[in-house]
């Protein structure tokens, strides 16, 4: 079936150490997103990509890294320069950018990131 | 950045209850978009709108563009304990860069079902 995956679902890390959170998507989109959940918050766009090979920063990049080096896997690194990385983290994908339902985000089940 | 002002925060209600909420901007939209998500999940699409005052229905749901196209409103019918979650409106508030609607979304409202 179709979908976004997303691993590990949850995660424990400690203060200094970089992180890596997988996505990889077998829907044939173009555009992938990375946002950051906090509770009480709605969702805060963190990086996005609209094509291989490049990427964008999102409202909230400062402490995150991105790659884009194929169309199906778009990888999150939390560094340790990311000062409240305890949080709940969802990647999602779309269609091409600026088509008809582009706005229509299909998220994958999310990595639950906690730092000790 | 932009928000969104959903209303309410939370609820609680009956089972077998119908169950209304809206969400507000403060700049006009071309897209209105309900999610939900259960807990430990991700959001998962419920209705799309792309026309002010179209009116669309999924099962139970009904969506409402507003008039305004500041305005969103949902409406659950007949509510189940498997409503249970937190409703998130979304709109376009910027573009990206080549294109393509950058999405902002609500702060939620989360529904508690009572049985």
């Known amino acids: 079936d179709g979908g976004i995956t997303q691993s590990p679902k949850y995660l424990f890390r400690k203060e200094g150490q970089n992180v890596t959170l997988s996505c990889e998507q077998n829907l044939n989109h173009d555009a992938m997103y990375w946002y950051r959940q906090d509770p009480g918050q709605g969702l805060r766009l963190i990086y996005y990509?609209?094509?291989?090979?490049?990427?964008q920063k999102g409202d909230i990049a400062e402490g995150y890294s991105v790659s884009r080096e194929k169309k199906e896997s778009f990888p999150l690194t939390v560094t340790s320069a990311q000062k409240n990385p305890t949080a709940f983290y969802l990647c999602?994908?779309?269609?091409?950018?600026?088509?008809?339902?582009?706005?229509?985000?299909?998220f994958g089940e999310g990595s639950r990131l906690t730092v000790l | 950045g932009q928000q969104l002002n959903q209303s309410p925060q939370s609820m609680f209600i009956q089972e077998g209850e119908d169950v209304s909420m809206n969400c507000t901007s403060s700049s006009i939209f071309n897209t209105w978009l309900w999610y939900k998500q259960d807990p430990g999940e991700g959001p998962v699409l419920l209705i799309a709108?792309?026309?002010?005052?179209e009116l669309t229905s999924n099962g139970r749901l009904t969506a409402q563009f507003g008039i305004t196209r500041k305005d969103s409103f949902l409406n659950i019918s007949a509510s189940i304990p498997s409503d249970v979650g937190i409703y998130f409106c979304a709109g376009p508030t910027d573009f990206f860069t080549g294109g393509g609607n950058k999405l902002t979304f609500g702060t939620g409202t989360q529904l508690k079902v009572e049985l």
């Open positions: 990509s609209q094509i291989v090979n490049d990427f």
């Open positions: 709108l792309y026309k002010a005052g």
């Open positions: 999602a994908s779309s269609i091409a950018p600026g088509g008809a339902g582009s706005g229509e985000l299909f």
